[in-house]
């Protein structure tokens, strides 16, 4: 009985199971292949729609900035990276073209 308690708390003698050494890295490689179709891949897209969106800002479109302000672009400085937008009557203002979120299609 003693003896026996003694084998199980050794575990398994050496050359038996275990698994080799790929089998070890196997549920870790699994766990990186997961992660990267669920999250890695989905955010490249959309940072990559993003920019495209941010590229292709054009005199005239309506948009909505990341802080939620609603405009109208009413001029473009290539060399700054800005916009200027129309937010209401004689107001305008300058933004970076990183903080529109969204470009209001049909209005």
Same mark, same amino acid.
């Given at each position: +009985? $003693? *003896?026996?308690?003694? @084998? !199980?708390?050794? %575990?398994?003698?050496? %050359?038996?199971?275990? %698994? ?5 890295? @196997?549920? &870790? /490689? !699994? /766990?990186?292949?997961?992660? *990267?179709? !669920? &999250?890695?891949?989905?955010?490249? #897209? #959309?940072?990559?729609?993003?920019? @495209? +969106?941010?590229?292709a800002l054009k005199k005239g479109d309506k948009i909505v900035?990341? %802080?939620?302000? *609603?405009?109208? &672009?009413?001029? /473009? #400085?290539?060399?700054?990276?800005? &916009?200027?937008?129309? /937010?209401?009557?004689? =107001? #305008? $203002?300058? !933004?970076?073209? =990183?903080? $529109?979120?969204? $470009?209001l299609e049909g209005e």
């Amino acid at each position: +009985m $003693v *003896y026996t308690m003694m @084998l !199980l708390a050794m %575990g398994a003698p050496a %050359g038996e199971g275990g %698994g080799g050494g790929f089998g070890m890295f @196997l549920p &870790i /490689i !699994l /766990i990186f292949a997961i992660m *990267y179709f !669920l &999250i890695f891949r989905p955010q490249a #897209k #959309k940072q990559k729609q993003q920019r @495209l +969106m941010v590229e292709a800002l054009k005199k005239g479109d309506k948009i909505v900035t990341i %802080g939620g302000m *609603y405009g109208q &672009i009413v001029g /473009i #400085k290539e060399k700054e990276g800005t &916009i200027v937008v129309k /937010i209401a009557e004689n =107001t #305008k $203002v300058e !933004l970076a073209r =990183t903080s $529109v979120a969204r $470009v209001l299609e049909g209005e």
